[in-house]
């Protein structure tokens, strides 16, 4: 019996003037491990991550997707750039494609984003995107200790989103 075909399945890409938006594929692992082991695009991450790590993230990433975004309470939005990269407004950029997708094609009621405290650059976007600052809060999978454990959690809902007239 095959699946049926979802909205994600009919959109497998989303362009920009620069920018390709697509499902993760196999071939993206050479990417996601030079990010994942560089200090400064992990800086904000618990630790950098070996290769054997990023084929495990790619692997539960993939098949994520495959859930149709039924997974977990909450859609979130994220962003890791190469460092080679930052600045230049592709996040921004992506983001809003992504924002776009969510809350006008699928229809979702609300998307979130969080990040550590510390994490100014992020949070920076969070706000340029027009999303609304709902709390702090502890990560649970972050010991007590840990630098990184007081994240800011912001989110941006349908109603919002079109009522700021984003097209």
């Known amino acids: 019996m095959s699946k049926p075909v979802t909205e994600i399945d009919r959109c497998l890409r989303i ?18 491990a030079e990010m994942n082991v560089d200090q400064q695009v992990m800086e904000f991450y618990p630790s950098v991550l070996s290769r054997a790590e990023s084929e495990k993230m790619l692997a539960r990433y993939m098949d994520a997707q495959q859930q149709h975004l039924s997974f977990g309470p909450c859609v979130e939005i994220g962003w ?21 997708f969510g809350l006008e094609t699928l229809q979702l009621n609300e998307i979130v984003s ?27 999978m972050l010991e007590d200790s840990h630098r990184l454990k007081r994240q800011v959690l912001y989110k941006m809902t349908r109603q919002r989103y079109l009522g700021q007239g984003y097209d």
């Open 15 to 32: 362009e920009t003037e620069r920018l390709v938006l697509r499902k993760w594929e196999e071939r993206d692992l050479d990417g996601l």
């Open 80 to 100: 890791r750039l190469l460092h080679c990269e930052w600045g230049k407004g592709i996040a921004t950029e992506a983001a809003q494609m992504w924002l776009r």
């Open 114 to 140: 969080f990040t550590p405290v510390q994490n100014s650059r992020s949070e920076k976007l969070m706000q340029r995107l027009g999303m609304v600052c709902v709390e702090e809060f502890e990560h649970p």
